[in-house]
């Protein structure tokens, strides 16, 4: 094979190395970029003597096993970051402690101590009045507060979840690309290939998803119940929908190749924006508008009730002196039957923050399941027809069928309905049943005294039930924060990883741009001593 030969192959191969190398550094701030290296092979057609250099590739540096691993604790850095920011919200709320319902409640109780010493003072009856109206506020004002975050958790759902459907078409339009380029060209085509892998880290981001290669081309990419995105080059769409038992609540759902749609269970979705904002809303959000709520009853049942006892200044029985509603409870839309439960507070000791789950049996009981602790017990209606189940009193009515379900929210809006039910002043009962004037303070005492005492799920008091809610708020948020720490620490070691074997370092192509130059300046000089060499032969000929 001629000097000109091996030469040019050599020119050609320098072209090739340069070109990889300038797009290499071209490409250093390109997000999802994967370094790329050109490979060389000695020339097989020829002689013994050598042929020359042919480029065997353009291969793209990347690790798959290392960015799966990434892409999984991005996705659970994503949901912790999510849920972080949710968290810090309810802490920041709860916790401030001039506008606190501590310091509400215990004016509130200060108000009644006041009234204790004059139970006939317009002023200490106004006093009372005007505390209580201000705490009612402030429980109205929370209980606003976090319903107004589990609209806007529904509003975020339903973005991710179009991002989600958004990214898994452009996956599935790229598996297609990928097999026709490959079909066409037989070569990698390393940009689809690096679009598509940044896709697929996209979504990672959004939720939780497992990744598996068909037939060496393309990326089937499901969800954890193995329930697939995409499949070749066909995408499924998830569903942003009510909650069939929880209007209230967007939930998932999944629509297959048919456009049927069907429910999914949240616990399907651990990772991603969508698993921190599920995630946050049936760990934390609910927990705390239950619990605000539970303690709104509380203090409610438990005043009224000892109010009622008492007398007010005209003689007459004390009234209620707050308003709370009643509990929620939900008929499933798939139900049916025609049956519904009719709800109102029982025993106040019994009352829990939990939520329950009432699935009706055909031998006229009812499963109920304890969403807080899992706890699963039947329950028959007593001879009075009634249920009782966490200090609530249950009414059946109507005819349901079996497998019909109704959710139980004892707690879950009380709070948002708090109001002082009293207006005259006339009214406040702190006289004794007993008693026959104005001047007693019998049933103040007996009301001040509720403060002390372990009302809240028979076991804390009202300053002690608010402060297991700051509590609960503030170790969830301190937990959520201590896991991201780890997280982001894993996070940036593998994306260090991944750097030193797909990233470009700008000093290492400098140093190849300088090596592939000299390289073509060699390679230009056979071709120069290859001419050099004819021109001789013909002038010796001449």
Same mark, same amino acid.
Request: proline share 2%; charged share 15%.
């Given at each position: ?17 340069? *070109?990889?190398? *300038? ?84 004016? =509130?109780?200060?108000?009644?101590? +006041? ?53 898994? $078409? ?10 026709? !380029? ?60 009510? $909650? ?6 967007? #939930? ?27 995630? =946050?809303?049936?760990?934390?959000? +609910? ?15 438990? =005043? ?88 609530? #009193?249950?009414?059946? *009515? ?27 002043? $006339?009214?406040? !009962? ?36 608010? !402060?297991?809610?700051?509590? +609960? ?21 593998? =994306?260090?990883?991944?750097?030193? +074997? ?12 300088? @090596?592939? @130059? ?25």
């Amino acid at each position: 094979m001629s000097l000109f030969s091996i030469g040019l192959s050599g020119l050609s191969a320098a072209q090739n190395a340069l *070109s990889t190398t *300038s797009n290499n550094i071209s490409n250093v701030y390109t997000d999802g970029y994967s370094r790329q290296l050109t490979l060389l092979g000695q020339n097989a057609s020829g002689g013994g003597a050598g042929s020359g250099v042919s480029v065997d590739g353009i291969q793209r540096q990347y690790n798959s096993y290392i960015s799966s691993q990434l892409n999984q604790v991005n996705s659970r850095q994503s949901a912790l970051e999510t849920y972080q920011s949710q968290v810090n919200q309810i802490d920041d709320l709860l916790a401030d402690s001039d506008s606190g319902l501590t310091t509400l409640m215990q004016g =509130f109780f200060s108000s009644v101590e +006041d009234l204790t010493g004059s139970p006939a003072d317009a002023a200490a009856r106004e006093g009372v009045l005007g505390t209580s109206r201000s705490m009612a506020a402030q429980f109205r004002a929370y209980d606003g507060y976090l319903s107004d975050m589990r609209e806007g958790i529904n509003g975020q759902i339903g973005d991710v979840v179009t991002q989600v459907n958004n990214l898994s $078409d452009q996956i599935a339009d790229l598996n297609k690309q990928v097999t026709l !380029a490959r079909a066409r060209s037989g070569e990698e085509p390393n940009a689809l290939l690096d679009q598509r892998d940044k896709l697929v880290s996209d979504l990672g981001d959004l939720v939780d998803v497992n990744v598996q290669v068909q037939d060496g081309s393309t990326y089937q990419v499901s969800l954890s119940n193995g329930m697939p995105l995409v499949a070749g080059n066909k995408s499924f769409d998830l569903v942003a929908m009510k $909650d069939n038992e929880d209007p209230s609540s967007i #939930t998932l759902g999944y629509e297959d190749g048919g456009g049927t749609r069907s429910a999914l269970k949240e616990s399907v979705i651990k990772g991603g924006e969508l698993g921190g904002l599920l995630s =946050f809303r049936s760990e934390t959000l +609910d927990s705390a508008q239950n619990q605000l709520g539970q303690l709104a009853v509380t203090l409610a049942r438990s =005043f009224n009730a000892q109010h009622e006892a008492g007398v007010d200044l005209n003689g007459d029985a004390g009234e209620a002196f707050f308003a709370i509603g009643s509990p929620t409870v939900i008929s499933s839309a798939v139900n049916n039957g025609t049956g519904s439960l009719a709800a109102e507070y029982g025993d106040v000791s019994e009352l829990t923050a939990d939520d329950y789950r009432l699935t009706y049996q055909a031998d006229g009981s009812y499963s109920v399941e304890n969403l807080g602790s899992g706890e699963i017990r039947s329950v028959l209606p007593a001879g009075d027809g009634t249920l009782s189940v966490g200090g609530v #009193t249950l009414t059946p *009515s109507g005819t349901p069928a079996e497998g019909d379900v109704f959710m139980l929210q004892p707690t879950r809006n009380a709070a948002g309905v708090f109001e002082v039910a009293v207006a005259d002043t $006339d009214k406040i !009962a702190a006289a004794d049943a007993d008693s026959g004037g104005s001047g007693d303070n019998r049933n103040a005492l007996a009301l001040l005294d509720l403060q002390n005492q372990r009302l809240v799920g028979g076991s804390k008091t009202f300053s002690g039930g608010y !402060a297991s809610l700051v509590s +609960d708020v503030g170790n969830r948020a301190a937990i959520t924060q201590a896991n991201l720490t780890t997280q982001t620490g894993l996070s940036d070691q593998l =994306f260090a990883y991944q750097q030193a +074997d797909s990233g470009v370092n700008l000093d290492e192509e400098y140093a190849n741009l300088l @090596q592939y @130059q000299q390289y073509y300046s060699a390679n230009a000089k056979i071709i120069e001593a290859g001419s050099t060499i004819l021109d001789t032969i013909l002038g010796l000929r001449a």
